[in-house]
């Protein structure tokens, strides 16, 4: 069974323009999550979709943003980027909500490098 | 009421040694418990987790330990190998949602 798929691995921007990430989750899977990850802050979390809804935000500013397609594929958003944007952006899926009972399963992140 | 603090930053072990990093949580709605483990170029892979019904568990070398009470929680990894290099993450949430708050992570170098 194929893992989680984010792409691109790699995407360098400059401050001001937007980028889009996108995430496939593992089949079957309905629910994803999306983390930021950097050295300062570690791993936090922005926000989780199901079903095309989103359930949870984390407390970023409203330039992320994201939504989740019919085929539970996810993409995330971020507009007029800054330097501090820089980080490893990180998606989970798993087979429904309720983390305790469907263990979330990481991509390996797409690298925004903001120059 | 949300932090979750892990300790130590940083780790360096023998070969064949334990390995013990601990986390502590504020939030007493957090009932889901999980450590990832991540290597560099990877994401965080789900190695072992916990609710707190229990006060232990074991997967193969790795055992959490779990102190309601006191809020904390615990990651062994006994006969650490040098392919356990990586860093760690504990992390908590809410086992009816998928919102994980991690603890900062633990960087361990496991020496042959």
């Known amino acids: 069974k194929a893992g989680v798929t984010q792409t691109p691995r790699y995407l360098i921007k400059t401050r001001g323009q937007q980028v889009t990430l996108s995430c496939s989750p593992i089949?079957?899977?309905?629910?994803v999550s999306w983390y930021q990850q950097t050295p300062g802050q570690g791993l936090q979390f922005l926000f989780e979709?199901?079903?095309?809804?989103?359930?949870n935000k984390g407390n970023f500013p409203g330039r992320f943003s994201g939504r989740q397609f019919s085929n539970s594929r996810s993409e995330m958003n971020v507009s007029t980027l800054e330097l501090g944007d820089s980080a490893l952006y990180l998606c989970a899926s798993s087979a429904s909500p309720g983390a305790g009972n469907q263990p979330q399963h990481f991509g390996d992140g797409t690298r925004l490098s903001i120059l | 009421q949300q932090q979750v603090k892990q300790s130590p930053q940083s780790l360096i072990v023998q070969k064949g040694g334990i390995s013990i990093i601990n986390c502590a949580y504020e939030?007493?709605?957090?009932?889901?418990f999980p450590w990832y483990q991540q290597f560099p170029g990877k994401g965080p892979a789900l190695l072992i987790a916990i609710r707190p019904d229990v006060s232990e568990k074991k997967e193969g070398r790795f055992t959490i330990s779990f102190n309601k009470s006191a809020k904390q929680f615990s990651l062994h990894i006994m006969d650490s190998q040098p392919g356990d290099s990586a860093t760690y993450f504990c992390?908590?949430?809410?086992?009816?949602?998928?919102?994980?708050?991690f603890g900062g992570g633990t960087r361990v170098l496991v020496k042959p």
């Open positions: 992390a908590a949430g809410k086992a009816a949602g998928n919102k994980l708050t």
């Open positions: 939030n007493t709605a957090f009932d889901y």
């Open positions: 979709y199901f079903s095309e809804t989103q359930r």
């Open positions: 089949s079957g899977h309905r629910s």
